[in-house]
């Protein structure tokens, strides 16, 4: 099978993608401590049809052809993208507080190998945004 196929496989979902993510892959996000506060930009789906891994690669790709890095797999766990070109990024478990403010999405999947695979596009948080958060939580 030729790789283009992975890339035609591909479909931006609309505005309002949270809804489009399969629920079990928002509860994650959602009660993950890297993610739980950000909100979702845009999501891209690739669906697997045939071969292992052939979700996985489209999506890959398709983020590194958007100017992502990419992280590395960790069994079923997120995979961080970082709006930078040839960044090394860690595993997600091995992924700091610091680290995850500097997340710009994610590559989320129920099975790498043989499902569905998401890309997720996460809201730029402004900086006084963050600023201003983590002062209060210094307050507390």
Do not use: C
């Not at 992975?6 to 401590?33: I, M, N």
């Not at 079923?76 to 990024?89: E, F, G, Q, T, V």
Request: hydrophobic residues 35%; proline residues 2%.
């Amino acid at each position: 099978m030729e790789f283009k196929s992975y890339l035609e496989a591909a479909s931006k979902l609309p505005k309002g993608a949270e809804a489009s993510l399969p629920k079990s892959l928002v509860k994650k996000l959602k009660e993950d401590h890297k993610t739980k506060d950000r909100t979702i930009s845009k999501v891209y789906a690739f669906y697997n049809k045939d071969d292992s891994f052939m979700a996985y690669q489209g999506a890959e790709q398709k983020a590194k052809k958007m100017g992502y890095s990419v992280g590395i797999m960790q069994r079923d766990s997120p995979i961080a993208l970082a709006k930078a070109k040839n960044m090394y990024i860690a595993k997600w478990w091995n992924i700091g507080v610091e680290e995850a403010d500097r997340i710009d999405g994610v590559l989320v999947s129920e099975d790498m190998r043989d499902g569905d695979v998401y890309i997720v596009i996460f809201n730029k948080v402004a900086g006084k945004e963050k600023a201003a958060k983590k002062e209060g939580e210094d307050n507390e």
